[in-house]
């Protein structure tokens, strides 16, 4: 109990996103913090004083979120189902994905260690899609 609370304290709430969020804390039918895979490791790196992930994500559409889960696409064309995956009420959300986490490991590790990955779009890939700017 001690080392729950201890992690409670460490863990602050992060943006609900889709599908499973990175973390749900304790409730009366599961007395433990639930991760998502992404969260997992997330929270782990945490507990060690490492931020992996920038708390802000690229927004994901249906449409993108249909190509990075098609098992799922079924169920996100169904108001019900879909409702059980996604927060009401918005047309894109911030999901946590793992192609984030590769891609956040994917840098020299004093880097990894000092600086968040900033995700964006076309790091759900990896190696990343990202578009470059005539600048970098």
Not at 20 to 28: D, F, G, K, S, Y
Not at 49 to 63: D, S, V, W, Y
Not at 114 to 134: H, L
């Amino acid at each position: 109990m001690e080392a729950n609370a201890k992690q409670q304290e460490m863990l602050p709430s992060e943006p609900r996103y889709l599908i499973h969020p990175e973390r749900l804390q304790p409730r009366a039918d599961n007395p433990l913090w639930s991760f998502s895979c992404v969260g997992f490791v997330v929270s782990a790196y945490r507990n060690g004083g490492i931020t992996i992930l920038a708390n802000q994500r690229p927004l994901k559409t249906l449409a993108d979120l249909k190509l990075l889960y098609p098992d799922r696409a079924a169920d996100l064309d169904d108001p019900l189902k879909r409702a059980e995956f996604l927060p009401e009420g918005g047309e894109s959300w911030p999901v946590a994905l793992v192609g984030y986490l590769f891609n956040a490991f994917h840098r020299d590790d004093a880097e990894v260690r000092s600086i968040p990955f900033q995700a964006q779009v076309g790091d759900e890939y990896f190696p990343s899609r990202r578009q470059m700017t005539n600048d970098k």
